[in-house]
């Protein structure tokens, strides 16, 4: 049996963040489908920006279709509300006909973080603001 190197040392466990306002970056993107829903769907991953090495944080922007604002029209709207304040809380300029998922890499913002119960664990979340009129 060979000894396999593994520098266990240099990488320790991420840690969770406290609840409270971060300034974060977008490190990356997944264009796809969401798996619960089917609808169309990127995946974001967020950094805490800073010294500390916090767990990454993983944010849904799930897009209604058209038959969605037939259908469900307040659940699409909602929908809609949620992107929007993911955008205006990263700086990514919207249009009446979208945005630009590329405005995406690197974009930065700040924003509340809470921490959430998942499969027995705390998990970071986003709390985005709503949208000042």
């Known amino acids: 049996m060979a000894q396999i190197e593994v520098p266990f040392d240099d990488a320790p466990e991420e840690e969770i963040p406290k609840e409270g306002t971060y300034d974060l970056r977008v490190m990356m993107k997944e264009v796809g489908t969401s798996k619960s829903s089917g609808r169309p769907q990127i995946t974001v991953m967020l950094k805490i920006e800073g010294d500390v090495d916090y767990v990454p944080i993983y944010h849904y922007l799930t897009f209604p279709t058209m038959?969605?604002?037939d259908e469900e029209p307040q659940k699409a709207r909602n929908?809609?509300?949620r992107v929007a304040r993911f955008c205006t809380v990263f700086g990514i300029e919207m249009g009446p006909q979208g945005f630009d998922d590329?405005?995406?890499?690197g974009a930065t913002g700040r924003c509340l973080v809470r921490l959430e119960e998942y499969e027995g664990e705390d998990r970071p979340k986003l709390q985005l603001p709503r949208i000042k009129s």
């Open 67 to 69: 038959e969605d604002f």
């Open 79 to 81: 929908a809609v509300r």
């Open 102 to 105: 590329e405005a995406l890499d």
